[in-house]
């Protein structure tokens, strides 16, 4: 697509319950990463994908927090037993590469509010 | 742990008047990034600096990497109401960006 595509915009969720994100990136990017962002702070890594190897699951918070990436596109973030504390926007971008240099192309973000 | 440290946290100005935003860190960066965040957006990138010393341009605005590549400046000309928004700097830190806190930016008519 033109740009990384995330769905919902917009979730709403009851403590304790399960929430899957998902990311849409851009056709031929093979890095993809999951940030998240408090109310004007700023972003927090949580997990990168490059191609085939081992992702980087280093920022993770929580064994309460997975991602997965099929078949080299779309990614999916899943929370079990979400608790107030992961409201916050979640965010993920594509690159071309995995080097930073050129620079990432993000999704307007799903804002979840854990109630 | 690779830091990035940005100041001011928050800057109010009148249009027209000039601003510079600082991003520090004790770590060397091999590209450092400049994004700008407006409200419901993600990032969107203006600028990869890679050389130590190097100053880009873009229209009223002006980056520059620290010699020693650990910092960076942003400095806005004439600043417009249209540049209000969140800027971040962010630099590659072995695989991902690793983001500053922000600067929160408005320009008032």
């Known amino acids: 697509g033109a740009g990384v595509s995330q769905s919902p915009s917009n979730k709403v969720t009851e403590k304790g319950k399960d929430v899957e994100l998902r990311c849409d990136p851009i056709?031929?990017?093979?890095?993809l990463y999951w940030y998240r962002q408090s109310l004007g702070q700023g972003l927090e890594f949580l997990i990168y994908f490059q191609g085939n190897s081992a992702p980087d699951k280093s920022g993770l918070p929580s064994d309460r927090f997975s991602a997965e990436r099929t078949g080299g596109s779309v990614s999916t973030l899943t929370i079990q037993r979400t608790q107030q504390e992961d409201s916050a926007v979640y965010l993920c971008a594509s690159s071309q590469s995995g080097t930073g240099l050129y620079g990432y192309t993000f999704g307007s973000g799903t804002r979840l509010t854990v109630v | 742990t690779q830091l990035l440290e940005q100041s001011p946290q928050f800057l109010s100005i009148q249009e027209g008047e000039n601003l510079t935003v600082y991003c520090n860190s004790s770590?060397?960066?091999?590209?450092l990034q400049w994004y700008r965040q407006e409200p419901g957006e993600g990032p969107v990138l203006l600028v990869t600096v890679v050389t130590g010393g190097e100053v880009k341009k873009l229209k009223r605005l002006t980056f520059q990497f620290g010699d020693a590549r650990k910092d960076s400046s942003l400095h806005i000309t004439a600043a417009q109401p249209g540049d209000t928004g969140l800027y971040l700097c962010?630099?590659?830190?072995?695989?991902?960006?690793?983001f500053g806190q922000g600067t929160e930016l408005s320009v008032k008519p």
């Open positions: 962010a630099g590659d830190g072995t695989g991902k960006l690793i």
């Open positions: 056709s031929g990017h093979t890095a």
């Open positions: 770590s060397v960066f091999s590209s």
